[in-house]
């Protein structure tokens, strides 16, 4: 069974680089068939995708965030990391995991929890 | 970026009920269209992707159809554990985007 759990820090202060991490479990970090992807959903609001990495670094960012943001994948640990520089109280939202499954429509089909990311002094 | 707009925004309905939701992309998207539901505090579950398919284990009265830029989301008879929020999603093209959601109440 295919698990996700992203970890990270709870409470960033404004300006400062939010750092999270997906652990994959229960899967091959390095198949060509799935991408990893973050999503995050500020407080009672929708859903925003931020991007996502195949297994040997490709990437594609949300350009409405892309200035500010990074992503890397490392395989041996079955690991992807997102971080988010200068943010401010707008990057305040719950951080997802994601993975994408293409034969399955791209659609995202396994999540994480989800981890609450809160900007502020 | 591709607009998903979803409406109706939320709606009340009761255990039984047929349910609608539709949910209009600004160009076409050809069946690159999936639905997810999500209850408050937990993660989205994926219902159905490109844009008919029943994802494994999701139960049959939740059917999606639809190709272009116009599709819908049925629920054949609400059950209580069906109220919650619903939000489709295009994986067409990049950025992919969600639409904005639709909260199923109770009337």
């Known amino acids: 069974q295919v698990q996700l759990q992203e970890s990270g820090p709870g409470l960033v202060k404004p300006s400062q680089t939010l750092s999270l991490t997906c652990t994959v479990s229960?899967?091959?970090?390095?198949?060509?068939?799935?991408?990893w992807n973050w999503i995050r959903q500020a407080p009672g609001k929708g859903l925003e995708w931020i991007a996502y990495i195949f297994y040997n670094g490709n990437t594609y960012y949300n350009p409405s965030l892309k200035s500010r943001l990074n992503i890397s994948i490392d395989t041996s640990k079955k690991q992807f990391s997102l971080n988010l520089s200068s943010v401010t109280a707008a990057d305040t939202a719950v951080y997802f995991c994601?993975?994408?499954?293409?034969?399955?429509?791209?659609?995202?089909?396994?999540w994480g929890q989800g981890t609450m990311v809160t900007v502020s002094s | 970026d591709i607009q998903m707009t979803q409406s109706p925004s939320s709606l009340s309905a009761s255990v039984g009920d047929r349910v609608i939701i539709t949910c209009r992309a600004s160009q076409s998207i050809s069946d690159y269209l999936s639905w997810y539901q999500q209850k408050p505090g937990k993660a989205p579950k994926l219902l159905i992707y490109?844009?008919?398919t029943l994802h494994s284990g999701v139960p049959s009265r939740f059917s999606g159809s639809g190709s272009g830029t116009d599709f819908s989301l049925t629920i054949s008879s609400l059950q209580p554990e069906d109220f919650a929020t619903y939000y489709c999603?295009?994986?067409?093209?990049?950025?992919?985007?969600f639409g904005q959601g639709t909260k199923v109440d109770f009337k």
């Open positions: 994601a993975r994408v499954y293409g034969p399955l429509g791209n659609a995202f089909d396994v």
């Open positions: 229960g899967d091959s970090i390095s198949s060509g068939d799935h991408y």
């Open positions: 999603q295009q994986s067409y093209s990049n950025p992919r985007t």
């Open positions: 490109a844009a008919s």
